[in-house]
């Protein structure tokens, strides 16, 4: 046992009725184990402990990204992204509180004195709810003929905010992706399916999962570079 693995962060167990065994390190610092429940609370251990190295490079990868500048707060003419592009806010008041896109511009009604600091978060909320509920379809279709020689038919589709990834596959196929993508471009809404897609034959993230997603969309590296930079200097996590 190396001197790391005496040393392992504290981390969380959930178990269910998965078939696989799976450890997460997040941005915050926080290690998460999901296992079958089949497995004792030892077993789990020793397989963080083969983990070791694995995690530790990956919290000193977090570690070491720099905090991201205080987001600014919401007004009259901030930016908002949306599908890749940004769309200042045209704030007005009206009988009802409503968010569009018109002229360039996320033309949303508070309102008559309601406060835009404290109306304007869950006004966006629900917009992008419902935004990604008729975007993350259309990404869906245009995705699957890529998946024809593995994948037969459209796998269920789940649309939830997640807090640190953008999108998950369980074991049974079904593909959840996070609101706040629909922020992203379309290219990169497509990334992510893809690749959530590939994970209907590779559980994992080894030589034969990313050899799929290679072969499928070879451009990959450069899209999950241009998310990562996106969503870090605007904001979508």
């Known amino acids: 046992m190396t001197g790391f693995q ?22 915050d610092g926080r290690v998460t184990v999901k296992a079958p429940l089949v497995l004792d609370r030892a077993a789990v251990h020793r397989a963080v402990e083969e983990k070791g190295e694995w995690i ?26 949306f599908l890749g592009e940004l769309y200042p806010l045209d704030i007005r008041e009206g009988k009802r509180q409503n968010a569009v896109i018109e002229s360039g511009a996320l033309r949303v ?25 008729e975007e993350f379809p259309l990404a869906m279709k245009r995705c699957l003929p890529r998946c024809s020689s593995f994948l037969k038919e459209e796998p269920p589709l789940r649309i939830r905010t997640m807090r640190s990834r953008w999108g998950s596959c369980t074991g049974k196929g079904v593909v959840t992706l996070n609101t706040l993508l629909v922020k992203a471009s379309p290219a990169c809404i497509d990334y992510v399916v893809l690749h959530e897609l590939c994970h209907t034959v590779h559980h994992d993230h080894g030589r034969g999962f990313y050899a799929l997603l290679e072969s499928i969309l070879p451009g990959w590296k450069d899209l999950r570079k241009e998310l990562r930079d996106q969503a870090k200097c605007r904001h979508f996590i």
């Open 6 to 27: 005496k040393e392992l962060p504290p981390y969380g167990v959930e178990f269910s009725r998965r078939k696989t065994l799976q450890i997460s390190v997040h941005p």
């Open 56 to 81: 530790r490079k990956k919290l000193e990868h977090f570690r070491s990204i720099p905090a991201p500048a205080p987001r600014p707060p919401l007004g009259q003419g901030s930016p908002v992204p």
């Open 109 to 133: 009604t508070l309102r008559k004195g309601a406060e835009p600091e404290a109306s304007l978060p869950e006004l966006l909320k629900r917009w992008y709810s419902a935004r990604a509920a």
